[in-house]
Nanobody
Framework: QVQLVESGGGLVQPGGSLRLSCAAS????????MAWYRQAPGKQRELIAR???????YYVDSVKGRFTISRDNAKNMVHLQMSSLKPEDTAVYFC????????WGQGTQVTVSS
């Protein structure tokens, strides 16, 4: 049974940083393209960062230069380091494969507000 558990969200002021983590079970993250997604209130879920099996990364323009996706194969985890956070980054953040093919976890809420 595949389980993806996101953590690390919270309330942060604009310009602040957070590090999100995704603990995976039932799936070996090193053999998949893994990604972070987010869903803001009233909007569709969107892919924001992706890491290939070889470590190549992709970011949507809105987070490029501010977010960094990484993978810890030994711990079977995926991380998202977020810096220079903006109010428009407020959303629930999820991890999944690059195609969103596995059951979605609960996500972790990130709120950027002063």
């Amino acid at each position: 049974q595949v389980q993806l558990v996101e953590s690390g969200g919270g309330l942060v002021q604009p310009g602040g940083s957070l590090r999100l983590s995704c603990a995976a079970s039932g799936i070996i993250v090193s053999i998949y393209v893994m990604a972070w997604y987010r869903q803001a209130p009233g909007k569709q879920r969107e892919l924001i960062a992706r890491i290939s099996r070889g470590g190549s990364t992709y970011y949507v323009d809105s987070v490029k230069g501010r977010f960094t996706i990484s993978r810890d194969n030994a711990k079977n985890m995926v991380h998202l380091q977020m810096s220079s956070l903006k109010p428009e980054d407020t959303a629930v953040y999820f991890c999944n494969t690059g195609t969103g093919s596995r059951p979605w976890g609960q996500g972790t809420q990130v709120t950027v507000s002063s």
